[in-house]
T-cell receptor, first 112, second 113 residues
Framework: GQQLNQSPQSMFIQEGEDVSMNCTSS?????WLWYKQDPGEGPVLLIA???AGELTSNGRLTAQFGITRKDSFLNISASIPSDVGIYFC????????????WGAGTKLIIKP | DTAVSQTPKYLVTQMGNDKSIKCEQN?????MYWYKQDSKKFLKIMFS???????INETVPNRFSPKSPDKAHLNLHINSLELGDSAVYFC????????????FGEGSRLTVL
């Protein structure tokens, strides 16, 4: 099935650094979402975006719905140890079954 | 109270067995889902269930069957388990069908030997 292109696959960063990850699609999406999964847990919604160009923040997290409607990015400022985990993008292409399309995830690792 | 709860959290079984995973949500949501997450962490939707309407991902083998006794419960039954069924299975719910705002359970790790 269709899958979003999410990059990078993994990131090794120092505590305090800013982080940026993105997702792209070959088709137009109506909704973009960003989830975080901690080890041993289910994904948790961080930010939902519903309009092209929309820029939304949630604490140190900021996400944008690309103006072309084919991409989205997530930024994390001043990373802290609890930011470790896997970040997933997901999108709605508006098909009749309404099945979210998911990225493969970006694994964030903070170097000690 | 856990919003979306699944049992069991861990399940180890032999090939060929039949097993079930239970899911309950206390959020009053109308839609529930089952997702499979493989060893590479890919999330793949298996089923969505909304107001007695079942939407099936066509790639899911018919050995997998969801059963919903009521709006708050969606159980997953798997027949004739195969090695490739080993994965983490997540239940999720949402207020309505046409939303990406899902609430996930903690997952059920199935290991088939």
């Amino acid at each position: 099935g269709q899958q979003l292109n999410q990059s990078p696959q993994s990131m090794f960063i120092q505590e305090g650094e800013d982080v940026s990850m993105n997702c792209t699609s070959s088709s137009i999406f109506n909704t973009w979402l960003w989830y975080k999964q901690d080890p041993g847990e289910g994904p948790v919604l961080l930010i939902a975006l519903y309009k092209a160009g929309e820029l939304t923040s949630n604490g140190r997290l900021t996400a944008q719905f690309g103006i072309t409607r084919k991409d989205s990015f997530l930024n994390i400022s001043a990373s802290i140890p609890s930011d470790v985990g896997i970040y997933f993008c997901a999108g709605d292409s508006g098909d009749s079954n309404y099945q979210l399309i998911w990225g493969a995830g970006t694994k964030l690792i903070i170097k000690p | 109270d856990t919003a979306v709860s699944q049992t069991p959290k861990y399940l180890v079984t032999q090939m060929g067995n039949d097993k079930s995973i239970k899911c309950e949500q206390n959020l009053g949501h109308d839609t529930m889902y089952w997702y499979k997450q493989d060893s590479k962490k890919f999330l793949k939707i298996m089923f969505s269930y909304n107001n007695k309407e079942l939407i099936i991902n066509e790639t899911v083998p018919n050995r997998f069957s969801p059963k919903s006794p009521d709006k708050a419960h969606l159980n997953l039954h798997i027949n004739s388990l195969e090695l490739g069924d080993s994965a983490v299975y997540f239940c999720a719910s949402s207020h309505i069908l046409r939303t990406g705002e899902l609430f996930f359970g903690e997952g059920s790790r199935l290991t088939v030997l």
